[in-house]
Structure formats: C-alpha cells, structure tokens
C-alpha cells in the first residue's frame, strides 16, 4: 500500500540549511505514490549534514579477490526512472570502459545495482544494503534533492562515500559526497542572468513539491529581487501528479500578455505540462519556458514537438562540439543503440565514475579517508569539457543554454568561456550569504564563515 508523508515528515527529509522557516509555510507534500518496502528512512537528518561529526567507526572499504564493489543507486521504476535509467546506463558504460582498459588497481569494478524505486525511504534502506551487506567501496547515485537528503544520514553514520550526479539547490557541502552536478551558481543564477536580458522580467515559477524546487525558487527570487526582475507567481505539484490545467490557468491569469515561465518540474509532471501547455496556446515566442530538469532524454520521451523553442540550462548537451564528447557519444550509441542520446546528468555521472577512479589510483587504495582526500584536485577532460574537483566537493564546469530544436537537440545558445567555480553555500540568500566550504581544511570543512 502507498505512503503518504506528514506535513512535518517532509519537512524533516527537505529542510536545507536555510533553515526551516523557508519550508514551513510552503511544504505541504508527500513522496511519490509508489510502493514501499521494508525498512524506514531516518527521521530527523541533521539540519546542516556537512559539519556533523559522525560516531561511527569508519567503513573498513576492503577489495578483496580479483574484483572492486561500488553501489549503483537510481530510480529503476516510479515517475523518477524516465530520468534515471538512462544516469545507471552511463554509470554502466563508465565502468565496463575501465574494466576493459585493465580496471582499478588491477581488479575489476563489479556494480551492484539497487532500485530506489523513485521512493525516498527505500533510498535509504537500499543505501545501507550497498554498504553493510554487498560491502561495496563507494556508492554511485541518487536523482532528487528528497532521495540525496533520505541517504546522506547514512552516509554520515558509515562514513561513506556517495557521488551524486545531477544539478541541485546547493545548501549543502558534505565531507560524504562528491557532487558531480551543477550547484546553482553553474545553472540556476546564470540561466536568470539570461532570461532577465534576453526574455523578459516577469516569471512565474512551478515546480515540483520537494526540497530542490522549492529551495532553487528560493534563490531565484532572491536574484530577481536584487536584479531587478518579478515574481509574478509560484506553484508546485507532487511528483507524479499530471494535474496541471490549474497551474496553466495561473499563468495565464498572471502572465496576460506573456512572460517567463520558470520551470524545475521533476519526472512525468513535465510530460503532461508540456503537452497542456502548448494546447493552452502558452506558445515560447509569448511564454519562453526555462527548465533545469529537462535534457535529451526527457525531451526525447516527451516529444520535440512541445518543447521546441524552449530552453534549458545546463552543463553539457549532447550537441557539444568536442573530441570527447564524440568518443563519448560514438560510445554509448555503439553500446546501446545509435537512437540513444546523452544529457547533462549522464555525462556528471559518466565522468564521476572516472574521477572516483582516479582519486583511487592516486590514494593506491580504496580506503575512503585515503580516495577523499586523492579526489580533491582530480582534473579530467570531460565531454562538456575540462573539469575540476574543487575543496568543497563540487566540480567546476562550463555554463550553458539550450534552446530546443526540431530534431530534439539543443541549439547552445549561451556558454561561459571557462569553467565556472562552485559556490554549494548560495550568496543570494540572506542566510547563507558569505558561508563557504573546505574539506581541504579540517577547521573550516563543510561550513565556515568567509572574511570577505
């Protein structure tokens, strides 16, 4: 039988570090309507997991025999697999490529894969399965906000190691986690810069009712107010939940003759919002959409019909135009099928894979204290291009938009010219303005006060 969460059990699994009286007035929802299954996730994380001291013993991350386990940990079923199924492919991809070029210190990688079945608890029951019973070395995983926020308690108990590869509404920096997605300062902030001098100043905002969304419109009211620009509206849906004419006739009541439409839906909302929207006449040359949680894959599933003209903020786009980004592609197509495509999230998690490869061949060992600390300063040439492990756990990467083309590509419409620095602790929002983090530095670590 389905779970419903409790007002104050969603804010529990949600609240980031702007404290709760962000999400009080606003959080009202509960996870997707999926099956559950045995087990509960904890119910009070901490308010600020980075700078937790956890008590447990560290994990001994031992690689006996010939092979080396690592977790894979993504939504299989429920309205989150449209968008992670294609992450476990890229993650899969990663890994057979280094077996076949001779492993990691000599041993070969053997993914357990586990479905958290786009349901929160079970993330955290599947999390603790990877570690305690398949003993495996890192875990590779994750999608939403609420799945990342349900795990990271029992990654700061075992001491462990998550790689978390989608864009997020940062708020957080934890010693535990290698964040291979964008923060806000790489998508979100950049993507309003645009829209404000391209678009329009009005937006409207809809997302979907977890912590990234909410915590993401947060920030992006903040930079409109400081910029210059509106908030004209803001409305959320469940995961999962395709009711979205009463949205659409909030736009149009707010947005008469057009504006922005701001949008971090998550999972199948989009593919109903998207339809509605077009049949509605909310067309892009009047109402130019934004989304950050829509790529290849999505459009693709979706159909290019609704979202051309449309845009999307992103790292990567398949469109790249980049020798590795061609190895890239010319390898996933090959493995699974020249109809494929590639996105931003199976790229980040694509080359988490490798960064965590490389931290260990440095460290010489799977040890987790040792490959933390070798992961810090690991450079690779990604298809998106040249990317860096920053002291904070968060990689610098290139900036860009899209605007959505017939054939289901992104036209790349905008692109910094260099890597783009991390920023988890957002300078827009009141309490979080001059935090920063440093894993480098054991007495600033995930939470310091900046002199500047």
Not at 114 to 138: C, H, M, N, Y
Not at 232 to 260: F, H, M, R, S, W
Request: charged share 20%; hydrophobic share 40%; aromatic share 10%.
């Amino acid at each position: 039988m389905a779970k419903r969460y409790s007002r104050r059990k969603f804010i529990l699994y949600g609240s980031a570090a702007l404290g709760t009286s962000v999400f009080l007035k606003a959080c009202s929802g509960s996870g997707p309507d999926t099956p559950q299954t045995t087990g509960n996730a904890p119910a009070t994380p901490a308010a600020t997991p980075a700078a937790a001291t956890p008590t447990a013993s560290p994990v001994a991350a031992a690689s006996g025999g010939d092979t080396i386990k690592v977790g894979i940990l993504h939504s299989l079923s429920g309205t989150m697999a449209i968008s992670e199924k294609s992450v476990v492919d890229a993650e899969q991809l990663a890994i057979e490529e280094i077996n076949a070029a001779g492993g990691v210190l000599g041993k070969r990688i053997e993914p357990i894969v586990e479905d958290g079945a786009s349901d929160w608890p079970t993330f955290a029951e599947k999390a603790r399965k990877l570690i305690d019973q398949d003993k495996v070395v890192t875990i590779f995983g994750c999608w939403t906000s609420a799945s990342r926020k349900a795990v990271l308690p029992v990654f700061e108990e075992k001491k462990h190691m998550l790689w978390y590869p989608v864009q997020y509404e940062g708020q957080e920096c934890s010693n535990n986690i290698f964040y291979t997605g964008a923060a806000p300062n790489q998508q979100i902030e950049p993507s309003v810069d645009w829209l404000l001098q391209n678009k329009g100043k009005e937006f409207f905002l809809i997302g979907s009712d977890y912590v990234f969304p909410r915590t993401a419109n947060t920030i992006i009211k903040a930079q409109l107010e400081a910029k210059g620009g509106k908030t004209v509206g803001e409305d959320y849906l469940q995961l999962g939940n395709t009711e979205v004419t009463p949205i659409i006739t909030k736009i149009k009541q707010a947005l008469p003759n057009g504006g922005v439409i701001y949008n971090t839906l998550n999972g199948d909302s989009n593919v109903a919002f998207f339809k509605q929207m077009q049949g509605a006449g909310l067309t892009p040359d009047k109402y130019p959409t934004m989304s950050v949680s829509i790529a290849e894959e999505e459009v693709k599933a979706i159909g290019p019909e609704y979202l051309k003209g449309h845009y999307a903020a992103w790292n990567y786009f398949m469109t790249v135009d980049s020798p590795a980004n061609k190895k890239f592609v010319d390898a996933f197509k090959a493995k699974y099928g020249a109809d494929r495509v590639t996105n931003d999230p199976m790229e980040a998690a694509y080359i988490a894979v490798y960064l965590w490869k490389q931290a260990v061949e440095k460290a010489k060992t799977t040890d987790l204290e040792a490959v933390r600390k070798a992961a810090l300063g690991q450079t690779l040439e990604a298809p998106g291009g040249l990317v860096t492990m920053e002291n904070n756990h968060h990689i610098a990467k290139v900036v860009r938009i899209g605007e959505v083309k017939e054939d289901g590509q992104f036209n790349i419409v905008f692109a910094t010219p260099k890597a783009v620095s991390p920023i988890p602790w957002n300078q827009f929002v009141a309490e979080t303005k001059g935090l920063s983090c440093d894993w480098s530095d054991p007495a600033k670590g995930g939470k310091f006060k900046t002199t500047t």
